[in-house]
């Protein structure tokens, strides 16, 4: 599978066409499984996993929910490749190791995707643009139900879904929202917010998942407890907080805007004006800089017609191994830096 | 006199028309002359020196070279208005202190002025555009002489002129030029230029002259020894210096263009898209956005008709006492950064 495919669709999550799209840049929820008959990956053994594997990318190939699906194997794809996908937030971490038990599945459009043998046997992951948790929820429902009437799950009567790691047990579901936060950030109220957050059981991450800081303003919020709780309780928990939250940040914007526009106009206009003539310029300056270009957006002070969903498309297109693969090969920073001011200045200037 | 005569006709030395104009900035020569019958300023009464002041204006008054000229009483215009015939270089900063012996008169176009009881009864001054000493001192040498033919100079036969300093005694002759440095700053060349400049004998100061600061680039060369030297000899020697140091510039700058053409472009860029997307913005950080731009116009890397008369303007009208005088009142530092961004946004994009 060539991964210049991948190129060729465009990511359907980054099109800004979600519910509070201007403050949700994503939601996500993805589904933890594993099968009865196989260890676990991280106790199995290579022969067990690739044959689990192999089972669970037969019954991918013969779902109907799968009939236009992209397989990579991620030992035989390079360093680089693998680190694409990350930045394309497909895959993990953990899975840029390049296991030869290791098999990403998805599908054009990138909504849907499937690790093989990352910490559980399955990872099955929905990601859409704004604040739509269910309906991401319901997608990978479905695609869980398909996989279910012919893959044979380890479930206890008593746990629910079982997993590598404790804290996944029950239901294995994780559901996040990206949340774009420069208002709070700005107005100081952020700490006070994500604290009130973690009191209500979940939990806030960078742009990057686990481990990740949080960069050019982006939080992601998701729950921290998958047992004892109906995965609809989930859901409409995270949806509740996510709700409040962006209903904290438009507060937020409100009061910038009454206050301090003057200031935000001038820090907005900077990164409009230093993004559209740059000739080189670093990914985190330029994620920093974007973000402050996205709320110029929301506040209508950008005098010309750039959209969210362009500088959605940035945020993902600017990453270091985006522009590697595009280009064929490894870059030096500087190569790559001047490449992503380009890209950046054509894209501002045909908006 | 109204100041705000000043503002009606445009400033005759910041248009970049005369020779080398976009390395040289201005080219300045002064004349040091004091009154044989009056004691020198610093030691002289205010009666005294007021009566002096008194023949001097008479004697400008009556000569057919300044049928057209402004008289400024330092004693009666404000502090504000003192500044801002300071940020036009028309007066010394020993002025501002608004002395009631001390009056300035200069003529439209500002090429001309007299400084009345600053540090010596008269200081006599000129400034044109570009590398054009030999010019300035022709003016400045005939006002001299209409003035001669009416007033009795201090003047000894041995010593030459004498003055209140003794660093000014002989010819009382400065002959300086302002000069644009950008790429031997950038190149780590400038340290070595302005060594060899005072071996040569010459002085090198900033943008404001004795006492201040090189900023955004600019460098001021002139002559230190003014006895036992011939006035030509004193200009062809600084002209000379400065030749050598505008030919040092002109070979690093191509230095820059084919060595790190890329990293100029971007430093200059970046200028050009704050300057034009700022919405407040410091004296200090646009002086030295300026300065880049003015290189990048040198450089032929900017995209957009922007002329050096255009920034050479912009430099002398961003003044803090400038942006307060047109709009006749003192200003927060915020509103003068507001109007300021607000002056370039509007000068840039009409370029």
Known sequence: MNIGKVFEVPNRWVKADGPQAD??????????RNLRDFVFPPWG????????????????????????HWV?????????????????????????????????????????????NEEDHLRIQTILS???????????????????????YAFSPKFGYLTSCLTNVGTGLRASCMLHLSALVRTSRIDDVLKNVSK????????????????????QISNQVTLGLQEKEIISTVSRVVRQVVKEEKNAREYLMQHSSLKVMDEVGRAYGILSNAHLISYEEAMVLLSKLRLGVW???IPYSISVDTINELFISIGPAQIQVSQGRR?????????????????LSNA
Request: glycine share 6%; net charge positive; with cysteine.
């Open 23 to 32: 403050i949700v840049f994503s939601c996500r929820v993805r589904l933890a």
């Open 45 to 68: 053994k290579k022969s067990h996993l690739k044959e689990a594997a192999r089972l669970i990318l037969k019954t991918i190939e013969n779902s109907d929910y799968f009939k236009n």
């Open 72 to 116: 990579f194997d991620m030992n035989r794809i390079s360093l680089l490749e693998r680190e694409f996908l990350l930045e394309r937030h497909l895959i993990s971490k953990e899975f840029t190791r390049g296991d030869e038990t290791q098999f990403l599945v998805t599908v054009p459009g990138e909504t849907i995707s499937i690790m093989v």
């Open 130 to 152: 704004g604040l739509q948790l269910m309906q991401a929820w319901e997608i990978c429902n479905s695609v869980d139900d398909r996989l279910d009437n012919s893959l044979e």
């Open 200 to 219: 209500l059981g979940l939990v806030t991450r960078g742009f990057y998942g686990e481990g990740s800081r949080a960069q050019g303003d982006f939080f």
């Open 299 to 301: 506040m209508g002070i």
């Open 331 to 347: 870059l030096s920073r500087t190569s790559r830096d001047k490449i992503r001011a380009k890209m950046i200045r054509e894209k």
